[in-house]
């Protein structure tokens, strides 16, 4: 739908995190295309194919496709080629449909492990300063594990900020949305006159005749009618309306 008049969304960063999780079944069974990403082509979206276990690389593609998708309003993807070091759970065991593939997997230094030895390596920092970052990280996580055995929860502590202000106004507030039946009657002639220098389909001019007695007489308006009255009394307040079904 990127292109859609009436659906795109000035463009979406897709991202597949592509860790290899259809492992009982190799790429050549599993789809037509050479990549998972292929299917991007038929908008013309720029693809991107990333090496998971290199950060800086994966930043530098996240932040292009970001600023690809801001200037050109356009569709970009992104190919995050990974792998799944474990099964789906602890009985799937993905070394009986794929040895040879999990013999590999086996034998990968974990992410994190090679990021740690490239900013160590590279002079951005010391052993020891990793070594205090993994012990804050864990002594966090520890101690938010054990808050967990005690901690309960209401429904109203997962409220977002946003809904909450909603929340907050009573519908008897609510602003008159209502038209006066002046502007009514004006909005329906604007809304079911028919051009003068055109000839239309019979069919089409008795639903526009009907409408505007509808309209004219302020009872049996159908619900094309009234939609089409709310929609011209929003565009005249100056609200964008965006149509689509």
Known sequence: MQDLTNYTVGGTVHVIV???IGFTTVPSKGRSATYASD????VGAPIFHVNA???EEVHMVFKAAGEYRQKYKHDVVIDLIGYRKMGHNELDQPSFTQPL???????MTPVARLYEAELVEGGHLTADEVAAMKEDAISQLEAAY???KTLTYKAEDWVTQE??????HDVKDAADTGLD???FRDLGSLITELPKDAEFHRLVKKIFEARTKSIQDGKDIDWGTAEALAFGSLIQDGYKVRVSG
Do not use: F, G, P, T
Not at 39 to 42: G, S, V, Y
Not at 163 to 168: F, T, V
């Open 53 to 55: 276990d290199a950060m």
């Open 181 to 183: 039946a002046q502007r």
């Open 101 to 107: 593939m999990y013999q590999q997997v086996a034998k």
């Open 146 to 148: 054990a808050k967990s």
């Open 39 to 42: 299917l991007a082509k038929a």
């Open 18 to 20: 592509n860790n290899q």
């Open 163 to 168: 809904w909450a202000e909603i929340m907050e």
